[in-house]
């Protein structure tokens, strides 16, 4: 199926089905983010918080999130007659155990599910998992075929709206099949069928992780399954990766594996097609088979040859029917090392960004670039430096712009191209939006703000302000938030958000501990997310962690933290890309970090909120700030240095420190009777200096804010 990229679907209509049709028809073809928010109100949420999320045009369904999507079917509500839903799944985590369902038919109510499509490791082989079916909400019927991870499936779903009867098939090619299926036989009652809902495990880590693609749901086997005459039902074939060798070499028997409905498998035939036999003569395309549905092919490029050919696989079924995929051999392709992303300020360069390129043929490189965002970053203002292997990048984006842009750098040997790209944020700096340092009365924090925080679920009136600080209690389940300046932040923007916090935790949180602060928009989007967790923590200490998206931490600060101590806690926010970081107590913005390591989704931030859970522990929040720099959110604290040749001893630290209010001060012994040094510096370029000669005694030295 050809995909075209939908940044917003404009109209749905609605009419009343009275003959076979589809009634939903769904290939994800939208920009990466939230489902209920790029397809412009398609999908709605019915139960959660932490999104479905679409990445390269595939919907997510992902254990470590806990949002549940549907999205309304023509001509409904159904009570009775079949409806059908055909999609593929490729799971890249397994379920453990006997897993949870992640699709289903739905009725006008956030629990009415029927025809639960279920995935399960119980039964199947180590590493494998198997899928299955339940009418209701009982227990599923497992079809007993393994199934293997990154592998697409086609599964298809029938549900009798009448008879509550559920069948689900794997790779079906007719009605008929008489094999991978099975018939759902829990407890049913009949309800109103309205919508197709997508479901993510509530319980992290057993119900895996896929993505699911090309979703049609019809009243007929034939709406959804191409031919309802099982002679004119093509046969399947799994795809074939790409396969990049060294100039005269042989590619590795890569294995896909073919099926029909209706043909043995050993009556099933391949053949083999190149689009550039001067490099891949048919002839030296060779399959292997193991007598049933798996096979083997191998590519021998004509020696001393360079280039690429698609290679095009064609299996035929005893009908005459055929399916095919495509794949490349690439042959004597050059290297390029990876990038990271790179965040700069507007109206600034990039430092000279390295990298390394190589060509196993030693033939001559030559490189390119492309910008995706040419207003922002012109391709002219991308040059390059260095020689041989060892190269350099460096950006410069237009003047008085901001936003993102992906780089995408290629290397040429003439045969063939390498490329690696990165996202380049340039970032607005219009210094601090909003600060909160919590001065109020003592009680309802929403109301005593004067409703600056406003509650966005649980407990209305929970979240108290208790001597102008703000208390989250593990007790509570209300969570508030506040909105961050005049405006929004949206993702094409290029906006890094810093926000800063005290925090003095009373009681520690629960093993597995939960999140209590974050970026928020006007829905159910969070980012950079903070969490307080006892797991790896010493007795009687806790610690922090992170999550750029997920309902639990993918990174842990790796040091022991004690109740009843203030600590600083600092987090950013790329809103561009959904990336973020966390400081504990920093020094500057170069203080040790810890960066999460989930899927990072944007999308438009509106709020920072806090948050209570029966997970958290209790714990009193102060002085709140937000701003588009680090060092508006943390005071950077000036460094003083000494150095001493013999009896002379020179001292300095940054001029600036003076304007910030720092004195020079001194004491000669400890414990400490501090005074004023009645030398406060003398300029010397961006340095106050003070030099002493002839010291013979002890003397310390510290500067100091009153």
Known sequence: MKKYL???????????????AIVLDEPFAYLDGALTNVSGGKWSIHSGTTPINVVNQKAVISQTNNQDNNAQLIGAPYSSGNLYAIFIINFSTVPTGGGSYFAHFKDATTSGFRCRAYAVSTGAAAGNYRVGIARSGGAAVIIPTDLLPNTDYTLVMRYDAATGASRLWINPQS????????????????????????????????SGTTTLDDLKVGTAFTDVVAGGNPALNPPFMSSIPSQSIPR???????????????????????????TDTALVPVG???????????????????????????????????DNNTAARDFLVIVGAPTISAFTNVEIAHDTATTAIPFTIGDAESDTLTLSATSTNGTLVPVGNVTFGGSGANRTVTVTPAAGLNGLSRI???????????SNSFVITV???PGPIFSDTFTYPDGSLNSQSSFVWNTTSGSNGQMQVLSGKVLLSGTNTEDVAAFLGVSSYPPHQGWILYASFTVDFKRRPSNSGNYFAHFRNVGGSFGAR??????????????????????????????????????????????????????????SEASASIAATDSAFPFEVFTYAFREDFNIGDMLIDDFKCSTAF???????????????????????????AAAGYVLRFTDSFPAAWADFFDQGNPQGDQLVVTLNGVTDNRFFELRKP
């Open 6 to 20: 939908a940044l917003l679907l404009v109209a749905m209509s609605v009419a009343t089905v009275s003959k076979a």
């Open 408 to 418: 995408t750098i290629s290397v040429s040997d003439g045969f063939n191209t390498a």
């Open 284 to 318: 030296n395309i060779a399959f292997t088979t193991d007598g049933g549905s798996n096979r083997t092919v191998t590519v021998s490029p004509v020696a001393g040859a360079q280039g690429f050919s698609k290679i095009t696989v064609t299996v035929t079924d005893g």
């Open 530 to 587: 903070v969490f307080s967790v006892t797991n790896g923590a010493a007795p009687g200490k806790y610690r922090l962690g992170l999550a750029n998206s997920s309902a639990a931490p993918s990174v842990v600060w790796p040091t022991d933290l004690d109740t009843n101590v203030t600590y600083t806690v600092v987090t950013r926010m790329n809103v561009g890309t959904g990336a973020s970081r966390l400081w504990v107590s920093p020094a």
């Open 427 to 429: 970032f607005p700096t």
């Open 631 to 657: 060092s508006d959110v943390v005071e950077i604290k000036p460094v003083l240095t000494i150095n001493a040749t013999g009896n002379n001893v020179t001292l300095s630290w940054p001029a600036s420190a």
């Open 248 to 274: 005269s070499s042989v590619t590795p028997a890569v294995p896909f594996y073919v099926t029909d409905g209706e043909t043995a498998f050993g009556a099933l035939t391949l053949s083999a097609a190149s």
């Open 175 to 206: 009605e008929g099949a008489v094999s991978d299926f099975a018939d759902g036989t829990d407890a049913w009652t009949a309800t109103p069928i309205t919508s197709f809902g997508l479901r993510q495990g509530t319980t992290a880590g057993t």
